[in-house]
């Protein structure tokens, strides 16, 4: 913890007091001092100065990057304000009010052919494209509504509602066991499929009080999530129309090495988070391998130092991006260990282990 208040950015310094840090052992003079520094912090204003003065970030909801399918030249709102909210901005912040804004409209009944977003365009003349886009639209707004601390929000738990009942209707059914057909030598998500998504399992991860209503679903998507997920790659068909699964989780989703260093590092740090608010790191074989693998890169002080880093890993898929990094400069040794070092914190403390803090 020392090392980190000396070389972390505001963001980590500050969610280390407030997160991770016993109440006894910071101040408030402290912690002011640091919302005032995390105000002011290059990463927060950069994602502030993309804002809209709609709310949106892009005119895009779901973007993770340049898409050009879907006409998408940049990040998109439910990225960004995650992002903002993982670097420590208040949920009472402007920017993320004005997005709120946005998110309860979509999670309304309003079906304003605008409200589809980028998926207004290709989804005009067709309904199951449209109706997938919806319930998209709606599962990711409803887990980065949640993440802000809006859980007991009723427009929130509503939207839980259907979508973990669509999940568990998907989970009780042969489709769990079976979900990719094959069409013409093509493999295809079946059509009345509604696996887990990285969204669903996040809405379920950020309510905790809904997990105790919930949790004999939670055990069953603990358990399909345990399996290995498929190796051939399939696309949802939609008509004529076909869209690239991005979110949709079939199996384990973390991929380790043989030595049990994930390949995909900032997706395998935030997946393990998400797993231990659902209190189900244990349950994941993979993740407790990965866990096991950041204790063994950390030396004497509880600092994350594997060999030979010489630059921060970049992540393959691009889904948590908005978590990491939180660190602005990579150019110091330092700083390069600053974001992984928070990580490893966070989670021991929010499994409850038995902290030492110097």
Known sequence: MTWLREHACPSIRFRTLTEILPPDATNEQEIASLREELRRYKAVTQTERKQRPTGLWASNILGTGPSKSLGTKDVGTVAQYRRLLELG????????????????????????????????????????????????????????????????????RGAANKIV?????????????????????????????????????????????????????????????????????????????????????????????????????????????????????????????????????????????????RALPKSPSGLADFSFPLENDAKKAETRRTDVTFRIALLAKIVGMELEFT
């Open 165 to 309: 009942n669509d999940l568990s209707q998907f989970l009780r059914s042969d489709l769990a066991d079976k979900p990719i057909i094959t069409k013409s030598l093509r493999h295809k998500l079946h059509p009345d499929a509604k696996p887990p998504t990285i969204h669903s399992v996040a809405l379920l991860a950020y309510m905790p009080a809904y997990q105790r209503e919930r949790a004999s679903v939670i055990d069953r998507l603990m358990d399909f999530l345990s399996q290995p997920a498929p190796k051939k790659s399939y696309m949802i068909e939609f008509g004529k129309k076909t869209v690239k699964p991005t979110t949709q989780l079939l199996g384990d989703p973390l991929q380790n090495d043989s030595t049990g260093r994930p390949k995909d590092l900032p997706f395998a740090l935030h997946w393990m988070e998400l797993l231990a608010r659902l209190n189900r790191l244990e349950a994941s074989a993979s993740a407790v391998r990965a866990l096991a693998r950041f204790f063994k890169d950390c030396n004497n002080d509880g600092v994350w130092n594997p060999k030979n880093l």
């Open 89 to 156: 901005v208040p949920a009472d912040h402007r920017s993320i009010q004005l997005a709120n804004r946005v998110f309860f409209r979509l999670l309304s009944r309003d079906e304003d052919p605008k409200l589809l977003f980028e998926f207004q365009k290709p989804a005009k003349t067709n309904p199951d494209l449209r109706s997938f886009a919806r319930d998209t639209l709606k599962e990711a707004v409803a887990s980065a509504l949640a993440h802000g601390g809006l859980a007991d929000d009723p427009r929130v």
